[in-house]
Nanobody, 123 residues
Framework: QVRLEESGGGLVQPGGSLRLSCVASGRTFSGYHTGWFRQAPGKEREFVAAVTWRGGNTYYADSVKGRFTISRDNAKNTVYLQMNSLKPEDTAVYYC????????????????WGQGTQVTVSS
């Protein structure tokens, strides 16, 4: 069992930045690829970004490419999502998730999920 806990969400103005963190506990985090997903009110959950367990490969949704950066520090069992140039349409609950499937972008491929952290982009 891998437990995931997100933090770092909040209210930010358009154009601002936030860094989300996802800390894993329980069994070893090594070997698990990690992704970030988000869900806005009234919309389905969507893929945002993913990183392989060694951190060598990253994947991004087109809507965040060039603005968001995913990274991980396995020594700290932590995955990060640096979000820059935030837009109102980035407003959502952001979830961290883990899978053994390399490069997975579908939420059904992920086994473990955090509870989510709210990100609100508004002036």
């Amino acid at each position: 069992q891998v437990r995931l806990e997100e933090s770092g969400g909040g209210l930010v103005q358009p154009g601002g930045s936030l860094r989300l963190s996802c800390v894993a506990s329980g069994r070893t985090f090594s070997g698990y690829h990690t992704g970030w997903f988000r869900q806005a009110p009234g919309k389905e959950r969507e893929f945002v970004a993913a990183v392989t367990w060694r951190g060598g490969n990253t994947y991004y949704a087109d809507s965040v490419k060039g603005r968001f950066t995913i990274s991980r520090d396995n020594a700290k069992n932590t995955v990060y999502l640096q979000m820059n140039s935030l837009k109102p349409e980035d407003t959502a609950v952001y979830y961290c998730a883990a899978t053994i499937r390399n490069g997975a972008t579908e939420d059904r491929a992920y086994y473990y999920w955090g509870q989510g952290t709210q990100v609100t982009v508004s002036s």
